[in-house]
């Protein structure tokens, strides 16, 4: 984890979603992060364009540029593509997680969202 | 009315108790009584996998008072009709994901619509499978329609 406090990025079309995701990490990683909050993935990119994050977060399921579509652009950008990204969904199936694993997505949570998930995860990415 | 076969209910049922619990922290159990449902708002999402499904949620409203005030440790009333609508909508989507999952399982790859309002809801003659619930005292219903 960076030194300084860290900006997490989270894409999700649910505002609900999105506090539960923040409180998770709240909890999970008793750190005080800043958070950035994005609506889909089209959102996200643009607000990319302008501003550096240290981990982003991202649903699947999403109108206008679904989280898939999201993380393909993402790792096609060379300003970008070093950024690691947690998916967060309530969809899981094998051909979803083959997707992702292509994309170099490893790391994949099952909603609802927990901070014990959210913890194993971080931990995983050596944030813990 | 077809008949639901009993891995099928048990997926069902032990979805909507574990979602609630874990996202809402409401306690839900499967109910004898025949819940009255349609007569206020209701939410719906299309699932497909093996086949093709639409779930509706409907509660009282003293149901979804619990359900929104637990998820945002907050007032109902102090609450955005949006943010009320936006939270008994995600719960649905978390539902409509973990039920896909429960019923064909992580190697069918299941698709979900987007889950949105509704102010019409099927009735228990329609065809579909009504799944009455206890939400600590107040109905909850879920009915499950196959759409081919």
């Given amino acids: 984890m960076p030194e300084n406090g860290a900006t997490i990025m ?3 079309d649910s505002s609900t979603s999105r506090m539960i995701t923040k409180r998770c990490f709240g909890f999970a990683l008793g750190e005080q992060f800043t958070f950035m909050e994005a609506t889909d993935g089209a959102n996200a990119l643009s607000q990319l364009q302008d501003d550096v994050v240290d981990l982003i977060v991202t649903d699947i399921n999403m109108p206008k540029m679904d989280g898939t579509t999201f993380v393909w652009k993402i790792r096609m950008s060379d300003q970008l593509k070093r950024i690691p990204v947690v998916v967060l969904s309530s969809m899981k199936n094998d051909a979803l997680k083959a997707t992702l694993r292509e994309l170099g997505v490893e790391q994949f949570v099952q909603k609802p969202v ?6 194993e995860v971080m931990e995983v990415l050596g944030w813990r | 009315m077809e008949v639901i076969a009993e891995r099928e209910r048990t997926a069902v049922e032990t979805t909507v108790m ?5 996202m809402a922290f409401l306690d839900v159990m499967p109910s004898n009584s025949k819940n009255e449902f349609g007569t206020s708002q209701g939410f719906a999402v299309n699932i497909a996998g093996n086949e093709r499904l639409r779930c509706y949620l409907d509660m009282s409203i003293a149901a979804k008072h619990a359900v929104v005030e637990n998820i945002h440790a907050d007032a109902w009333t102090e609450l955005s009709s949006e943010e009320i609508d ?3 909508l995600e719960i649905l989507n ?5 039920l ?14 987007f889950p949105e309002v509704v102010v019409m809801m099927p009735g228990r003659g329609d065809g579909v499978h009504v799944f009455d619930f206890d939400a600590e005292g107040e109905p909850l219903t879920v009915i499950m329609e196959r759409r081919g």
């Fill in chain 1, 114 to 119: 927990s901070p014990v998930k959210v913890g």
């Fill in chain 2, 100 to 113: 896909g999952r429960a019923l064909w399982g992580e190697a069918v790859r299941c698709k979900l619509g």
């Fill in chain 2, 18 to 22: 574990e979602t609630f619990a874990e």
């Fill in chain 2, 86 to 88: 936006d939270c008994l």
């Fill in chain 1, 10 to 12: 989270i894409v999700d």
């Fill in chain 2, 94 to 98: 978390v539902l409509g994901g973990t």
